[in-house]
Each structure stands twice: as C-alpha cells, then as structure tokens.
C-alpha cells in the first residue's frame, strides 16, 4: 500500500468538488488511480494517475527498482568460457 503525501498542485476543472486553483491536499498515487483528501472541503476523491502526473505539482514518483537478477546479467563478471580459456 501506497503512503500518503502532502502535496501542493494546481486544479483547473479536474476535481470540482474540491474547487480550483492552487491547492495543499494530502495525496496517495497508486499504480491506475490517485486518491486526494482536502482538509478543508472535508472529501476525498480519486482521479486517474496520468492525470494527476500531467498537473503541475511537486510530487516527484519515485524510480522503479531493478531487479537482481537484470543487475547479474548486465555485470562484467567473466563467464565460465571466458574462465577457461
């Protein structure tokens, strides 16, 4: 499960029962949607993920993680042919 953050962004038209204009509100970003609480309207809503990233905010998503497996592949060990040569 996702954390919550508090985040400031900019609503034009995308979630009217929050209002419109620059807005602090907490913000939990999942893989398909994004769930934004505001304080001060007392409500909760969701909203698509893509477009919530196309907002102008300051969340920044965080980078996936490679996997190990990806990592052993791509390292310059010397494979067991090039061993015995």
Avoid at 16 to 42: C, F, L, M, N
Avoid at 45 to 60: A, N, P, V
Wanted: with cysteine; glycine share 2%.
């Amino acid at each position: 499960m996702s954390k919550w953050h508090y985040v400031h962004f900019h609503l034009k038209d995308e979630l009217p029962q929050i209002g419109s204009g620059h807005r602090w509100a907490w913000v939990r970003v999942e893989y398909k949607w994004t769930y934004v609480w505001d304080e001060t309207s007392k409500c909760q809503r969701k909203l698509r993920t893509t477009k919530f990233l196309e907002l102008k905010t300051d969340y920044q998503p965080k980078e996936k993680k490679k996997c190990r497996s990806s990592q052993k592949i791509n390292s310059k060990e010397p494979s067991l042919q090039e061993q015995r040569s």
